[in-house]
């Protein structure tokens, strides 16, 4: 029995793709969960949210750089909703950083068991964005908050095609 439960621990230490090190920041819509400061310094490197948006963040009590994320998640996703024109109730996920699209692909086959190349995607059943950092940009943020948003507002989910769709229809229209 202490042998299993060894091994178990040992194989969840070298596969969990967030390690033992997890940080949490949280703030109205999202729950952020990243493994480093280094991790969390490019991924804020790489949100560029344009002039627009970007006047909404600077209003915002901002002293780190877990602050400055924070703010521009929540930015992005009152900008999806507003996109949308979508506004579910009580609305709270996950954001998950990983550093490549290869760590994005094997949760997902974890998760799904099903081979992907993804550089994020939202788990509906967790309620939950997973995104490489390596590849992070606006529009992919938009993309799967706009899933997030379609998966919350409706009480009977639509078919896959229309919810791709209105998530496109996010990610073109972010900067608007």
């Known amino acids: 029995m202490f042998k299993i439960l060894v091994c178990t621990a040992v194989f969840c230490i070298l596969f ?3 390690r033992l090190c997890a940080k949490e920041a949280k703030s109205r819509y999202i729950t952020l969960i990243y493994s480093s400061q280094k ?4 991924f804020n490197d790489r949100v560029r949210l344009g002039r627009k ?4 963040v600077r209003r915002k009590n ?3 750089v877990e602050d400055e994320v924070i703010a521009k998640l ?4 009152e900008k999806a909703e507003t996109v949308l024109d979508m506004f579910p109730d009580n609305i709270h996920i996950k954001i998950v950083l990983l550093d490549t699209g290869q760590d ?18 939202y788990s509906l059943s967790e309620d939950t964005i997973y995104i490489s950092v390596d590849d992070t940009r606006l529009q992919v943020i938009a993309h799967e908050m706009g ?4 998966d919350h507002y409706f009480d009977v989910r639509p078919p896959y ?10 990610e073109k229209h972010i900067t608007d």
């Open 62 to 64: 901002i002293v780190t």
């Open 74 to 77: 929540d930015t992005v996703f």
């Open 147 to 150: 899933h997030a948003i379609v």
């Open 16 to 18: 969990s793709p967030l």
């Open 53 to 56: 948006l970007d006047q909404f």
């Open 39 to 42: 991790q969390l310094d490019t």
């Open 161 to 170: 095609n229309i919810h791709e769709l209105m998530a496109q229809f996010v």
């Open 104 to 121: 994005v692909s094997s949760t997902y086959k974890q998760r799904y068991n099903k081979d992907v190349n993804h550089i994020a995607y």
